[in-house]
């Protein structure tokens, strides 16, 4: 029995020995040692002109001169958040295919939202959240990365946001890692076998909650520095605090959360030697240049245009970190998450056409017409996000097809005012037609999709008083130039401007790593 243990033992190693040897040998053909990931919620492509002449060399201007730069990322689904675009990001899938169709979803049963990784089956290490990866149906770019070895190199994420951390973990990772909302610890999930204490360590040592009484935000710059800036914003400079209730989530809508961020990496680099080891190991990072939610003024370019600016010299001292501990032999990708979500009501002074859409009036009148065609009952049992949810339970025991309840509901909703379009889940799963309807396909899963989809009216504002909690926000379509860098060996750099899917991504860098796809990424990878 010990022989046959002795020779277990030596034929484990010799396997182990091989597939190290196996990385080893690509490393030295030119693998990249290291990949970084930078997913930066919001970033736009013209703000990064704009503000060319307040950039370092080493940030912004870095990955424009020795990356390719392609100028406009397309996202072409209905509706955006940063979890539903960093995920087809990381999958090269849409929300209808990898599952994630926005950052919660709406259970029927409870008429409650849930965020939409949500798993009771794991606790936290450092917060009350039970998170996993395991709605994201299809693998990911990390996961494939980490598969690629056998398991060799390691995988980590950091993120401000829980659920964006995990995303970009994936399933396979070693850990994630995120600033907890309510007690501004870092936390991670036991879902994940590794908790480091480079991490861990921070809560004692140099906690977050620690600082936030006497921390400010305040302008990096002369506020008549700042272009484009409306007179009276440069007479009164923004300063923001961070005491009282909800100062962890304020803090992380500041510039300020980007150099926690950046903190964080650098030490995961220096303390866990990513880059340095026989696989290849990947860092997957989210910043945020995102409009503030409790800006002072609803002209918050000044406040937008000094993340901008902060951003750029965070992205400097980390790459500084990477060239310092591991040196050229890095790929790094950054990218946009695609939209902007800056929406604010303009001054009634400029009469700019308006309105007012309260989802509880319409799930109320939709009801009445309802009971006018079928008899009393609750045929709308939910409304969320613009989606509304009817009672097919009840449809099925009144012997009417949920079908022609849909039908009936979309044309009614449709000459409801504020609604500009209402289309049932029929005609966007069977007969996706218009170029609306294709996008609605592509970000709707069936598990838990509602049943008909409305689409407000620009300019209006939305009140969502059929649930609590939710803030009021206005119905606006802005495209957004959405830019993407790739900086790898024996890539030259260029200027793409021609628009590119954002589905290519995970394909390119798999081309660049040279690793399999994603399983659901079905796009091409760009010939760079």
């Not at 973990?169 to 991670?188: E, L, R």
């Not at 990947?282 to 902060?310: C, G, H």
């Not at 007969?431 to 049943?451: E, F, M, Q, V, W």
């Amino acid at each position: 029995m010990r022989k046959k243990k002795q020779v277990n033992r030596l034929i484990s190693s010799m396997i182990f020995s091989l597939v190290a040897m196996s990385a080893l040998s690509q490393t030295a053909a030119g693998r990249p040692t290291l990949v970084v990931g930078i997913t930066i919620d919001q970033l736009r492509s013209d703000y990064i002109d704009l503000l060319q002449s307040h950039f370092g060399n080493n940030g912004f201007k870095r990955l424009m001169r020795e990356g390719v730069y392609l100028e406009n990322l397309t996202f072409d689904i209905s509706k955006f958040d940063k979890l539903t675009t960093t995920a087809l990001l990381y999958t090269g899938a849409y929300p209808n295919i990898n599952g994630i169709i926005s950052s919660e979803r709406y259970e029927e049963s409870d008429h409650r939202r849930y965020k939409v990784l949500t798993d009771t089956k794991y606790i936290g290490n450092a917060s009350n959240e039970t998170l996993s990866p395991m709605a994201l149906k299809v693998s990911t770019l990390s996961d494939e990365l980490r598969m690629d070895n056998n398991g060799i190199g390691e995988v980590y994420a950091i993120a401000p946001d829980a659920q964006q951390a995990i995303i970009m973990a994936g399933h396979a990772a070693n850990g994630a890692f995120w600033i907890d909302d309510k007690t501004g610890k870092w936390a991670s999930t036991t879902f994940y076998k590794d908790y480091p204490t480079v991490v861990s360590n921070r809560n004692f040592s140099q906690s977050l909650t620690s600082k936030l009484d006497t921390i400010q935000w305040k302008p990096i710059l002369n506020v008549n520095d700042y272009p484009g800036i409306a007179l009276h914003r440069t007479l009164f400079p923004f300063k923001y605090t961070f005491a009282g209730e909800n100062r962890v989530e304020k803090f992380k809508q500041s510039a300020l959360v980007n150099e926690e961020i950046t903190e964080v990496a650098i030490d995961c680099i220096d303390e866990l030697t990513l880059g340095k080891r026989a696989g290849v190991d990947m860092l997957n990072i989210a910043y945020t240049v995102s409009p503030i939610d409790y800006a002072f003024d609803a002209d918050s370019r000044i406040e937008l245009q000094d993340k901008y600016i902060r951003l750029d010299r965070d992205l400097a001292r980390l790459f500084a970190a990477i060239d310092r501990q591991v040196g050229r032999n890095v790929c790094i990708f950054v990218t946009s998450t695609g939209y902007f979500s800056d929406s604010y009501a303009p001054e009634a002074r400029f009469n700019i056409p308006t309105g007012e859409f309260s989802s509880k009036k319409a799930v109320s009148l939709l009801n009445m017409y309802l009971m006018a065609l079928y008899g009393t009952g609750s045929w709308v049992s939910g409304y969320y996000d613009q989606t509304v949810y009817l009672n097919e339970a009840l449809a099925k025991e009144q012997n009417i097809s949920v079908e022609e309840l849909r039908d009936k509901s979309g044309k009614f909703l449709r000459r409801m005012a504020g609604v500009c379009n209402a289309y049932t889940l029929d005609e966007i799963i069977d007969n996706p037609t218009s170029d609306d309807l294709r996008r609605l396909h592509k970000t709707i899963t069936t598990d838990y999709a509602g049943d008909v989809f409305l689409q407000i009216t620009p300019g209006w504002k939305v009140v969502d008083d059929y649930n609590t909690n939710l803030k009021d926000t206005y119905s606006i379509n802005n495209a957004v130039s959405a830019p993407c860098f790739i900086i790898a060996p024996n890539i030259e750099p260029k200027k793409i401007i021609t628009p590119v899917d954002a589905t290519i991504l995970a394909p390119t860098v798999s081309r660049i790593l040279r690793i399999r796809s994603p399983n659901a990424a079905k796009e091409l990878p760009l010939n760079l």
